[in-house]
């Protein structure tokens, strides 16, 4: 049996240089592939680095989908439905909203993969896939293990992905990822990351664990750092700024590697951090207090804040950068609030009818970095205040000025470091806006399920 697993671009513009920063490895992919059974033959491709082999012989195409994905997943599913192979979806989008998928794969995931791949490949096989595979709880993922050998050959970010849990307790109005597990979270065993972490510790010089939230169970948190000592590694994860209350804990990550860690600070209006049911994090006192301890203890911050609630005006804007420069911010990122389908903000803001799109993600006049509903301030101004405040902070003024202390800066490397990704970051402040969903050199029309050469 021959499969072919994509992980699809955003978009693309024929001529235009996919966006950097967005090229990490694809681990989504890389844990199907390790769900696959060795008589498989895989056969990968990545949207976003290399063109698509669409007449490379294959007997079914898997797919993973997300939101800013789907237009793009759906024309690459129509390829292959005009050459009659079928499609399988899976992924947050694919969960999430599950009937618009079937309307572009003969099969759709919904959930996890780990209870399910087997069955669909054994249906598959046997001729008898269904329409629907959905997983009724929480897999046992303690020894799932991603098959890097499909990214062979792919020129990647030098960060080595590592996924150690999934989910988060929390329940932000804008998350997808509580909307999709549904606010409880999973792990790896420790033994199973650090056989992971020490196949690939020679070929990169970072670890950065995707987990939305690292210390979302702070006793198997201190396992994982603790097993992390003797690897002597240095990871980057995202994080809640509570952690800062246990000067151990952060004494223990540094200790075991960490060099720097995300946090949603999100606003510094305690009315938008309210709406969006982020009422735990700290005033901004308590914000400027949680850096200052980061700082301490050698932790270098990637500080997160989304604008478009009700709260925000356009002095909220330099309000942020000045908080943000002040307190020596290492990255960050200003971005307006997405309404995710499935969330409780896009439940939200379509029952008061202020979405500018029925799907804003399939909108021909949707582009990246718009604002896809109607806000306090115009969509189009907070857009540009946006772009506006990344040019700000990543301006070489700020980036001198936000030269960390010494405690963060402990070798060259962080130094180099920093400045590669501040002037990266500065180079990209305005190229992914207004970037397509969907590549525009596609000639339609999309195929739906049962339109191909191949039949339903």
Known sequence: MKLTIIYPCLGRTPGRRYVRSWQMEPLPAAHLAGLTPADVAITFFDDRMEPIDYDRPTDLVAITVETYTAKRSYQIASEYRRRGVPVVMGGFHATLVTDECLEHAEAVVVGEAEDL???????????????????????????????????????????????????????????????????????????????????????????????????????????????????????????????????????????????????????????????????????????????????????????????????????????????????????????????????????RLEAEGKLLYPKWWLAEEYKYGQVPYRTALPPEVIQQECVAARKVFYGPRSILRRLPTRSVFQDLTMLRSYLFINALLRVEASQRENYPLGDLGFTGPLLTVGEGRGGP
Not at 136 to 145: C, E, K, L
Not at 250 to 263: H, P, T
Not at 265 to 281: C, H, I, T, V, W
Not at 285 to 299: F, S, V
Request: hydrophobic residues 45%; charged residues 25%; positive net charge.
């Open 117 to 347: 791949w087997a069955t669909v490949l054994a249906d598959f096989r046997a001729g008898k896939l269904q329409r629907v595979y959905r997983s009724t709880g929480r897999p046992d993922i303690s020894t799932a293990m991603p098959d890097r050998r499909i990214f062979a050959g792919k020129d990647y970010l030098p960060v080595g992905l590592i996924e150690a849990g999934r989910g988060c307790p929390l329940r932000c109005d804008f998350c997808a990822i509580q909307s999709a597990f549904h606010g409880t979270r999973s792990h790896r065993a420790v033994a199973t990351i650090v056989k992971e972490i020490q196949g690939i510790q020679k070929k990169t010089k970072l670890i950065f664990f995707v987990d939305d939230n690292i210390v979302a169970d702070l006793r198997w948190a201190r396992s994982l750092f603790e097993a992390l000592i003797p690897l002597k590694i240095r990871w980057v994860s995202q994080a809640t700024v509570n952690m800062v209350r246990d000067p151990e804990l952060l004494a223990l990550m540094k200790q075991s590697g960490c060099a720097g860690v995300l946090i949603g600070f999100e606003s510094l209006q305690p009315e938008n951090l309210a709406q969006m049911n982020k009422g735990f994090n700290p005033s901004r006192a308590e914000a400027e207090e949680a850096i200052r301890r980061l700082h301490q203890a050698g932790i270098a911050l990637y500080a997160t804040f989304v604008f478009g609630y009700d709260h925000d005006t356009r002095e909220s804007f330099r309000d942020t950068i000045d908080f943000a420069i002040r307190n020596k911010i290492f990255m960050i990122a200003f971005n307006h609030c997405t309404p995710f389908p499935g969330t409780p903000l896009y439940a």
